[in-house]
């Protein structure tokens, strides 16, 4: 089941993906890895769904990440007598805590955090941004705003506050419970929502200890404002575009893509580009050239991977979806600029041990023309750092530990394989020959180079590089 390409493919699972034959076409089509949308359905719509994949994996003998994605605090207007309204420009409209039906003047806003952090002439964007509003006055219980924008307003459209930190936490209670579902499951990352300070992060880490990796969806300004804070603290990144796209300009959003993308190259840290990415397959089983573009142009500047939401969980043509955005990586991984581009936004490493190794595997990967660099790995931290120098050469990551496994699967260039303990040096050089040569990367007299960490099975010392012929 090895990828002949570099860049993963996430893929959402919901209504249209849930039947096993259907998770298992999109595994066959490319995916590499689930994410389960706790924003929608039940504990036991993932329950069954996280076991069809790990079903999957067994058949398959190839590692697959799970990524549950937390829903995070939802804002949102109450509801209207009439069940909708038309706000006109320039109209005076007010916003409240009180729950009685709202009119063409005012509505409940069920949030007093809200009313908390806002200052005069703070904007609420209402309905993904289609209605904005600007405040004029404001208390602990209500403000009055200013229609800037108008149009047709019904019940319980999303709220957003830009350029305010509103005093939320990230985790709702919902969160919490999801967390602990999804940790009990087995998950192998989870999605932190709603982050916008390096305290979100930390919360959410004491939570999970251990148990899985933490993933920052990027998606409040707020965040952009503390992102290096942020790209440290956390084990992942995804770069949620449809968010981030309402409190900001959307002509902002293409270079905060590719900052976020570049510092997390830089830090090694796997970041998934996200939201429609191929939107019109939700309904067609093509996407337009515009959308085939701005898959490509993330895996020019280098990111690990590209997401699928509506298009694979609720779309007509799921597996579709996933084998175009297979076939335009694949494109453009081919393409002799993609290895230009990636070698000029290379960053230097740190002065450190593990850096200098995989500097140099780097060096001699294209001085050798190997055919693979196979890393040993109990925490994942040898192959991260390798992937880090996006070699030329595929990555044959092999951990003892499966939930390491699975969590590679969403590393750039890492192909992980769950392969036993080896005792010494030369064990683990028959081993990186005999499972390049079954895994598909190398061939009778074909140069591999080693990279570990010795004492072997210590996380984090990457201290070794050795070059082998199969």
Request: glycine share 8%; with cysteine; charged share 25%.
């Amino acid at each position: 089941m090895r990828r002949r390409r570099n860049a993963k493919i996430v893929a959402t699972l919901g209504p249209a993906s849930s039947d096993a034959a259907i998770v298992r076409a999109l595994f066959d089509a490319g995916a590499d890895v689930f994410r389960l949308n706790f924003s929608h359905g039940t504990h036991a719509d993932h329950q069954a769904r996280l076991e069809v994949i790990r079903r999957i994996e067994r058949e398959a003998g190839r590692p697959i990440a799970v990524l549950a994605d937390l829903q995070g605090p939802k804002l949102r207007v109450g509801t209207f007598a009439a069940g909708k309204i038309e706000l006109a420009a320039g109209a005076r409209f007010r916003v409240d805590l009180d729950p009685a039906p709202g009119s063409a003047d005012r509505v409940q806003l069920p949030h007093p955090q809200i009313f908390a952090a806002l200052n005069h002439g703070a904007e609420l964007l209402l309905d993904d941004g289609r209605i904005r509003l600007r405040v004029e006055e404001h208390g602990r219980d209500s403000a009055v705003t200013r229609v800037i924008a108008g149009g047709p307003l019904s019940d319980r459209k999303g709220v957003n506050v830009p350029g305010v930190i509103l005093p939320l936490s990230a985790l709702t209670e919902k969160d919490r419970t999801d967390l602990e579902f999804g940790l009990e499951l087995g998950v192998d990352w989870v999605a932190l929502s709603f982050v916008q300070r390096p305290e979100d992060v930390r919360e959410i880490r004491l939570l999970a200890k251990d148990r899985a990796a933490i993933m920052c969806k990027l998606e409040k300004p707020a965040a952009i404002e503390r992102l290096e804070e942020i790209v440290a603290l956390c084990d992942g990144v995804m770069v949620a575009r449809g968010d981030l796209g309402v409190e900001l300009p959307a002509e902002r959003v293409p270079a905060i893509q590719r900052r976020i993308v570049r510092m997390c190259r830089e830090a090694g840290k796997p970041v998934i580009v996200a939201t429609q990415m191929l939107e019109s397959m939700v309904a067609a089983p093509v996407p337009t050239r515009a959308e085939a573009s701005d898959v490509a142009t993330a895996i020019y500047h280098g990111a690990d991977a590209v997401m699928l939401s509506a298009e694979s969980a609720s779309g007509k043509f799921p597996r579709e979806a996933v084998a175009m955005m297979d076939r335009i990586i694949t494109e453009v991984e081919q393409d002799p600029y993609h290895r230009q581009l990636l070698d000029a936004s290379h960053t230097p490493p740190r002065p450190v041990v593990a850096d200098a190794i995989c500097e140099g595997m780097r060096g001699v990967v294209r001085l050798l023309r190997a055919a693979a660099t196979v890393t040993y790995t109990s925490s994942g931290y040898t192959s991260l750092r390798a992937a880090r120098e996006r070699p030329e050469a595929p990555i044959l990551g092999l951990t003892p530990d499966v939930r390491t496994a699975r969590r590679l699967a969403l590393a750039w260039g890492v192909h992980a394989v769950h392969a036993p303990e080896i005792a010494g040096d030369a064990e683990m050089v028959e081993s990186a020959r005999t499972l390049a040569q079954r895994e598909g990367f190398a061939k009778a007299g074909d140069a591999i180079v080693i990279i570990a960490g010795l004492p072997l099975g210590t996380a984090g010392t990457t201290n070794l590089l050795r070059i082998t012929q199969v």
